[in-house]
């Protein structure tokens, strides 16, 4: 399930929120969530590539009818499903892990005065392994022959595998090619001082000098050390990053004005559909609950807004960011002819997701349903509802209304907004 992959995520988070408000580190909290961290990362790494490459999947991931296949099993001729999202979220696991081992290694050095404590440098230098082949293997075609990356549209893509070794696009615009942005960190000198495996430019450079330039060198290029002076970890390069970002940043794709779209609203009108073995499967835009039974129905990936994925890619562009610096210019949106750099564009995503819960003089905020309750208030401030999702046109509350655990999220970027983030 999705939720595991993020626990490494959430772990750091936990522990940086708390020592920014306290201004004491729980080193006692990282180092019993890494024994729990470490214990899946065994699993999926055992259990979840099925390749000889390092791929990797895990059925619907928590996106659910996001395909218009079920992702979880095997078509009728054998035929898998390769994702484009599976071994992102590893990779995210891995590195969210990775900045917790190094932050243990770095109290064992600078304050317990031991560098071999344990989750020290063995381990820095397994995850930094572990996160170079999950790169690779998302964007060398080296091993597999064929990539999920599309170099003409410029995405990721799902892909159909077949049992003769052949494969083909499954040419949706969905957040299963947007998730690979999300697996990205970035490490200070002072860290590389800590342990010299995060130096991946002498990595490559020492792979280089043995086997020549190929393509999973070509691959890796982008990690390392950029003009601010942190050192880039990602699953994308900003070449694609500008790439996938045409796409992301389109109104009529992805970028609605209250956030990113599940899936691009170009198969509204252009349905996606194709025939394995005499049956058709089909996919197209749903704004808000989904019209098909897949999942029982309640299934509801293609069109709404999901605020835990928005709250995700926001923190991945303030990464790149922070590590590209205010140069690396996008197009914001695509077609408006205005270039922005990352971190004003997250911001103004933030802003998106905010507009959900504010109201004007002439009409309510755009989460409140037509006829609803709180519709037929005279007075709505300060009432609000957490959707599950939100529409992916009018930005009308959809699903459960109670989803504290997720939607909730939107108090973290009011809080950013007001200059009281704490991170």
């Known amino acids: 399930m999705l939720i595991h992959r993020l626990r490494s995520w959430a772990t750091w988070r936990i522990f940086t929120i708390d020592r920014n408000h306290t201004g004491i580190p729980d080193y006692r909290f990282l180092e019993e969530s890494i024994k729990t961290l470490l214990l899946e990362y065994g699993w999926w790494s055992n259990r979840n590539a099925r390749t000889d490459s390092d791929l990797f999947d895990g059925g619907f991931l928590g996106l659910d009818n996001i395909s218009p296949f079920d992702r979880r099993y095997p078509l009728s001729d054998g035929s898998r499903i390769e994702q484009a999202d599976g071994t992102a979220w590893m990779g995210l696991l891995t590195i969210y892990m990775l900045k917790i081992v190094v932050a243990l290694k770095q109290r064992a050095i600078n304050v317990l005065h031991n560098s071999s404590a344990e989750y020290s440098g063995e381990m820095v230098q397994r995850l930094v392994i572990s996160f170079m082949h999950s790169v690779s293997s998302l964007n060398s075609k ?3 022959g ?3 990356w599309d170099c003409q549209d410029g995405f990721y893509y799902d892909l159909l595998r077949r049992p003769d070794g052949t494969a083909e696009y499954i040419r949706v615009r969905s957040l299963t090619g947007i998730i690979p942005l999300l697996a990205v960190q970035s490490f200070s000198s002072s860290d590389l001082e800590v342990d010299k495996n995060l130096n991946m430019d002498n990595a490559i450079l020492s ?3 043995v086997h020549g330039i190929d393509d999973y060198s070509l691959s890796l290029a982008h990690l390392g050390c950029y003009s601010t002076g942190r050192y880039l970890f990602a699953m994308v390069s900003p070449y694609r990053l500008r790439r996938v970002c045409r796409w992301l940043f389109d109104e009529s794709e992805f970028l609605s004005d209250y956030g990113i779209r599940s899936l691009s609203k170009f198969h509204e ?11 058709t499967a089909s996919l197209q835009y749903s704004p808000a609950d ?9 299934s509801n990936w293609r069109g709404p807004v999901w605020m835990p994925i928005n709250y995700l890619l926001i923190e991945a562009l303030r990464e790149y960011h922070r590590v590209l610096g205010d140069d690396f210019l996008i197009e914001y949106p695509t077609f408006s002819g205005c270039n922005l750099h990352l971190g004003h564009i997250a911001n103004d995503l933030e ?3 905010i507009s959900l819960f504010q109201s004007d003089e002439d009409k309510k905020a ?4 037509p006829n609803s309750y709180l519709d037929n208030l ?18 009308t509350g959809v699903g459960a209304s109670h989803q504290t655990g997720w939607t909730a999220m939107v108090r973290r970027m009011l809080l950013h907004r007001w200059g009281f983030s704490g991170d």
């Not at 009108?269 to 049956?279: A, E, H, L, Q, W």
């Not at 755009?366 to 349903?369: E, Q, V």
Request: hydrophobic share 30%.
């Open 146 to 148: 064929y990539l999920n």
């Open 366 to 369: 755009p989460f409140i349903k």
């Open 207 to 209: 792979y280089v000098q």
């Open 290 to 298: 989904s019209p098909v039974a897949m999942f029982g129905g309640n």
């Open 378 to 395: 005279t007075n709505t401030e300060n009432l609000y509802n957490f959707h599950e999702y939100f529409n992916g046109d009018d930005g």
């Open 142 to 144: 080296e091993e597999r």
């Open 351 to 353: 802003a998106r997701l």
């Open 269 to 279: 009108s252009n349905p996606f559909s194709m025939t394995v073995s005499g049956i």
